[in-house]
């Protein structure tokens, strides 16, 4: 696919009229973007400029492909692959996401001393001490609310954005970490210490396009999105992967 050409209704009339066969049009359709406009009156246009039948037919299934629709990769309002994109400069790029990989769990060997009284805590770890992905301010996010399986919320049940929820991780040597979940032989404990989670407010700007913004500014340090139904099933699993949802959008606030 030529990804610089965009073939308009302009363009097939010109190609009409030079005298190109219909097999040739339509096969460049087919192998090309496409912005047409296929309202009634664009129609009638075509079929007065002498486009066949032919090739308005494979005008309208390429219109309605959306893997021949061109859109501005950095236009907002447009479709884009589902997940949480940011503006860099005027670039609209994803947040990309880490796996959490396993839990890990503290205090079990004071609990043994204790015989069971004292807690042990069980976190969730992502490798790492800071993530990739660095901003030096981020005042506002884009959720495209788009499961497909080639997309980076597939597999995720999305009304939202309230479907995730923000944490604030801690940072050792070498991992970030969220407890999410302590006990002792007398109870526990399971979900996220209000203290690390991060307060986020949205619109929905267009249909499945959400703008995510803070009203107070994120302060400096690790902070990840993570699914809130898969986290809680990731927990409830006793902290196995569950076929590859776990997934943390992480990145860090200097």
Same mark, same amino acid.
């Given at each position: 696919?030529?990804?610089?050409e965009i073939l308009t209704?302009?363009?097939?009339?010109?190609?009409?009229?030079?005298?190109?066969?219909? +097999?040739?049009?339509?096969?460049?359709?087919? /192998?090309? $973007?496409?912005?047409? #406009?296929?309202?009634?009156?664009? =129609?009638? @246009? &075509?079929?007065?400029?002498?486009?066949?039948?032919?090739?308005?037919?494979s005008m309208l299934a390429?219109?309605?492909?959306?893997?021949?629709?061109?859109?501005?990769?950095?236009?907002?309002?447009?479709?884009?692959?589902?997940?949480?994109?940011?503006?860099?400069?005027?670039?609209?790029?994803?947040?990309?996401?880490?796996?959490?990989?396993?839990?890990?769990?503290?205090?079990?060997?004071?609990?043994?001393?204790?015989?069971?009284?004292?807690?042990?805590?069980?976190?969730?770890?992502?490798?790492?001490?800071?993530?990739?992905?660095?901003?030096?301010?981020?005042?506002?996010?884009?959720?495209?609310? +788009?499961?497909?399986?080639?997309?980076?919320? /597939?597999? $995720?049940?999305?009304? #939202?954005?309230?479907?995730?929820? =923000?944490? @604030? &991780?801690?940072?050792?040597?070498?991992?970030?970490?969220?407890?999410?979940?302590?006990?002792?032989?007398?109870?526990?404990?399971v979900g996220i210490n209000?203290?690390?989670?991060?307060?986020?407010?949205?619109?929905?700007?267009?249909?499945?396009?959400?703008?995510?913004?803070?009203?107070?500014?994120?302060?400096?340090?690790?902070?990840?999105?993570?699914?809130?139904?898969?986290?809680?099933?990731?927990?409830?699993?006793?902290?196995?992967?569950?076929?590859?949802?776990?997934?943390?959008?992480?990145?860090?606030?200097?």
């Amino acid at each position: 696919m030529v990804a610089q050409e965009i073939l308009t209704n302009s363009t097939i009339i010109d190609l009409v009229k030079v005298g190109l066969d219909d +097999e040739i049009i339509t096969a460049k359709i087919k /192998s090309s $973007y496409n912005q047409f #406009s296929t309202d009634t009156d664009s =129609l009638l @246009k &075509l079929k007065a400029s002498g486009v066949s039948n032919l090739v308005i037919s494979s005008m309208l299934a390429a219109a309605s492909n959306p893997n021949l629709v061109y859109s501005d990769p950095n236009d907002i309002l447009a479709p884009h692959s589902g997940g949480i994109y940011y503006l860099e400069g005027e670039k609209l790029k994803k947040l990309e996401y880490t796996a959490y990989t396993g839990g890990k769990s503290s205090g079990r060997l004071l609990q043994n001393m204790t015989y069971g009284l004292t807690q042990t805590k069980n976190k969730l770890v992502l490798g790492g001490a800071n993530s990739r992905q660095h901003f030096s301010g981020l005042s506002e996010l884009y959720f495209y609310a +788009e499961t497909s399986d080639q997309s980076s919320f /597939s597999g $995720y049940d999305i009304a #939202s954005p309230n479907s995730f929820v =923000l944490v @604030k &991780l801690d940072k050792t040597s070498n991992t970030r970490e969220l407890e999410i979940g302590s006990a002792n032989i007398i109870a526990s404990n399971v979900g996220i210490n209000g203290d690390q989670t991060v307060q986020f407010d949205f619109d929905e700007i267009a249909a499945g396009i959400y703008r995510v913004y803070f009203s107070e500014a994120l302060a400096p340090g690790e902070y990840a999105f993570l699914h809130a139904a898969y986290l809680s099933v990731y927990v409830s699993s006793g902290m196995s992967s569950v076929g590859g949802q776990n997934r943390a959008f992480d990145f860090s606030i200097e």
